[in-house]
């Protein structure tokens, strides 16, 4: 299966750009997206396809990468961002996804 | 809008089976695929498999002997069911909307699933 491998966990201060990385164990062309997750809730689609803005997702957030390094970035981060990023491939069979990075702010 | 509603029993004995149900709104299960995803104490997410507008199935390999999703589209609902639970399959069970395979865009609320005797 593709492991794909995120850092823990990230603290930011309000206002501050952040960038979260996934990198993936083999290519995966630009089939990665990208998941918030806040306590309690289930996952929210952010962005699909590497860089693809998903409906009603403020613009702060975007999306870049291909192959096997991939990038979420958040601009400038909000006190309501603080949740948990998933990265998630559909390219290799099965789809997986890693294991998540929690954003804390400082 | 499309929205997604798991139900089941919150507590599983080990080696019985796990049987959820999601019900859909706003959307024809009849479209698109629909997948069942579960998410481990400790952040780890699985996709277990999905099932498509045709009524295929595709599940991960790691549980193909156990897993089951089929569907009821006159009630425009599916379902999930895994034989021979253990403990390890003590999880957050989440239904979505798998967007023509390839990744979930809309998700059900999740329903905690305790594997215990």
């Known amino acids: 299966d593709t492991v794909l491998t995120q850092s823990p966990a990230l603290a930011v201060s309000p206002g501050e750009r952040v960038s979260i990385s996934c990198r993936a164990s083999?290519?995966?062309?630009?089939?990665m997206h990208w998941y918030q997750q806040k306590p309690g809730q289930q996952p929210k689609l952010l962005i699909y396809?590497?860089?693809n803005l998903a409906s009603g997702v403020p613009a702060r957030f975007s999306g870049s990468g291909s192959g096997t390094d991939f990038t979420l970035t958040i601009d400038p981060v909000e006190a309501d961002d603080t949740a948990t990023y998933f990265c998630?491939?559909?390219?290799?069979?099965?789809?997986?996804f890693g294991g998540g990075t929690k954003l804390e702010l400082k | 809008e499309v929205q997604l509603q798991e139900s089941g029993p919150g507590l599983v004995k080990p080696s019985q089976s796990l049987s959820l149900t999601c019900s859909v709104t706003?959307?024809?299960?009849?479209?698109?695929?629909w997948g069942w995803i579960r998410k481990f104490p400790g952040n780890k997410m699985e996709w277990m498999g999905y099932?498509?507008?045709?009524?295929?199935?595709s599940y991960n390999p790691s549980l193909k002997s156990r897993i089951s999703i089929t569907r009821d589209t006159s009630k425009n609902q599916f379902f999930l069911q895994l034989n021979s639970v253990t403990t390890e399959d003590t999880a957050t069970y989440y239904c979505?909307?798998?967007?023509?395979?390839?990744?979930?865009?809309?998700w059900g609320q999740g329903v905690m699933v305790t594997v215990s005797s």
């Open positions: 979505a909307r798998w967007w023509y395979g390839g990744y979930p865009d809309y």
């Open positions: 706003g959307y024809s299960i009849t479209s698109n695929y």
């Open positions: 099932i498509s507008y045709s009524g295929s199935t």
């Open positions: 083999e290519g995966v062309n630009s089939y």
């Open positions: 396809k590497a860089s």
């Open positions: 998630q491939q559909s390219w290799n069979d099965p789809p997986t």
